[in-house]
């Protein structure tokens, strides 16, 4: 899972990241369906990810019958010589607007399928070139519409698809039409260009670098088409996502996150949830964004939304709040003042798996900040949670459940960590975790917290609290070291447990035990 350092007596906050298929993350790229623009404002196409989006496309080759005839796109039978017809007349040089509009609006339809858009097909009538030419027809912008949403949902599929849009000079065209005098043509320039930033980091910081951010608020403070304004969000929030390993400048677009901010307020959900997504991506990894953000003032907003009962806006405000608390101690303590332990508690006992993670996780980076901050975590109550969950959830969750008992031993006083191993076995929690699917970082930072432990329960045993050092007891119970000795790992996990063995348990000579590497 996330990215985690464990170095004793240095405490792990981590970044979070899971597969984009996961429903965690705001959809990269839309397909756009086959509805008139009238009924458009009520029904728009939910958003695919590539991965989806490339499953179906395999399937899709898998039927030997799909070139032949394409069953019933939008409740129309089209065979492959309706195909060739129409492509015959858009790849006509004297064709009139009034002749291309149909034929333009039935590969428009054909690709609007979408379960099944047969992209590959289209683009190997060779025509994909036409539809960005007639992206100049100011004249006609009916045309310039229909040919844009072709492009917008061949730009839909995966990265090749993509490209060869690219390759044929249609990104400087429907960039200008961000600008077109048609709202029509508007709103679908910025589909198809939030699915081309969803592509690469090169295509992202192109659309960037020729001025679109502020193109896009010009427009929006004079255009009050909802679908307009959709579009114009979640295109920014692509432009805000990092691509390729890539993030995104925040000076390059920075100017749209005032308007961001007052659409975290919006009564639409798509667009509520699209600027809380911008505010994801700009603060994923780049903990020296986060300051710009919160000078925003957009966390008490976000963390709000943490209590809706929609997870499509509860996901990005927890993802967003876990990249926060991922920060620096104030940064933490700013959450922890919005009550944002009320709201992770409720969500780590919620049926929603992937949330209850993401809430752990978040509870694993409090967990990582300065001691007052760990003895809020114990005043909660948050122990004996995090040790049902070890015991009872799927693996995922066990890990950051573990992260966060270590983070507790590990960053908290010794006074805490005493108070800790007098009231519950935290060697019989990590166990559970004591395996080959761990992470080293993981299996690093047990080992942290088993000194840590051992350390105070000698202290127990100096101060005649204890008679012995019960921690002792019950390492050797929890069968940590039975784990240890049959499992394998890396040299750097066997040096380590290789030198816990010979402080806590007298072993001096290597041969005196039998851990190894894998």
């Keep these: 899972t996330g ?44 958003g695919m990810s590539r991965q989806k989006r490339e499953n179906m496309l395999k399937k899709k080759r898998a039927s030997p019958s799909f070139l032949e005839t394409l069953n019933k796109v939008n409740g129309t039978s089209y065979s492959k010589e309706d195909v060739e017809k129409q492509a015959s007349i858009v ?29 590959d097909l289209v683009i190997k009538t060779g025509i994909v070139p036409r539809f960005t030419e007639f992206l100049t027809y100011d004249s006609c912008p009916e045309l310039q519409y229909e040919a844009a949403w072709v492009l917008t949902n061949i730009c839909s599929g995966d990265k090749e698809q993509t490209a060869y849009v690219i390759n044929t000079g249609a990104l400087p065209l429907l960039i200008k039409l961000v600008c077109s005098p048609s709202v029509n043509v508007r709103e679908q320039a910025v589909w198809a260009l939030g699915n081309i930033a969803g592509d690469s980091a090169q295509y992202r910081d192109a659309i960037i670098a020729a001025g679109t951010v502020n193109m896009l608020l010009t427009q929006l403070a004079a255009d009050d088409s909802l679908l307009f304004k959709k579009n114009a969000v979640w295109l920014m929030s692509n432009m805000c996502r990092t691509r390729d390993n890539i993030p995104t ?10 308007y961001l901010r007052e659409c975290l307020t919006n009564d639409e959900e798509d667009i509520c949830s699209d600027a809380c997504w911008a505010f994801v991506f700009i603060t994923d990894s780049q903990k020296e964004n986060i300051n710009f953000v919160l000078d925003l003032n957009v966390l008490p907003i976000i963390v709000q939304h943490m209590g809706e009962t929609n997870t499509k806006l509860v996901t990005p405000a927890l993802r967003f709040v876990g990249n926060v608390l991922a920060g620096n101690d104030v940064q933490t303590q700013m959450c922890i003042e919005q009550n944002v332990l009320y709201y992770l508690e409720k969500l780590m006992s919620c049926t929603n798996q992937s949330l209850v993670r993401e809430a752990t996780w978040c509870m694993s980076n409090i967990a990582a900040g300065n001691e007052q901050q760990i003895q809020l975590l114990l ?140």
């Design 3 to 46: 990215v985690q350092t464990c170095a004793l007596p240095i405490f792990a906050v981590h970044f979070l990241f899971y597969p984009l298929a996961m429903s965690l993350n705001a959809s990269i790229k839309q397909g756009k369906g086959a509805q008139e623009s009238n009924e458009r404002l009520t029904s728009m196409v939910s």
């Design 91 to 119: 790849a006509n040089l004297n064709s009139t607007p009034a002749e291309l509009i149909p034929s333009v609006a039935f590969f428009r339809k054909l690709l609007s399928n979408d379960q099944y858009p047969p992209i």
């Design 249 to 258: 400048n925040l000076n390059d677009v920075r100017a749209c996150f005032p």
């Design 379 to 518: 005043n909660e109550g948050i122990v004996p949670i995090i040790e049902e969950m070890i015991v009872m959830s799927r693996k995922d969750i066990q890990k950051e459940a573990c992260w966060t008992i270590c983070n507790i031993v590990c960053g908290g006083s010794m006074q805490q960590v005493k108070s800790l191993i007098q009231q519950y076995d935290v060697p019989q929690m990590v166990s559970k975790l004591v395996n080959s699917d761990s992470e080293d970082r993981l299996l690093m930072i047990i080992m942290d917290t088993l000194d840590r432990l051992l350390a105070a329960g000698e202290q127990m045993q100096v101060a005649h609290i204890w008679d012995s050092n019960h921690v002792e007891d019950q390492i050797q119970e929890s069968g940590i070291l039975d784990s240890l000795e049959s499992m394998s790992m890396s040299d750097t996990v066997c040096q380590r447990v290789k030198a816990f063995v010979a402080q806590h348990y007298g072993f001096e000579d290597e041969d005196d035990f039998s851990f190894g590497p894998m």
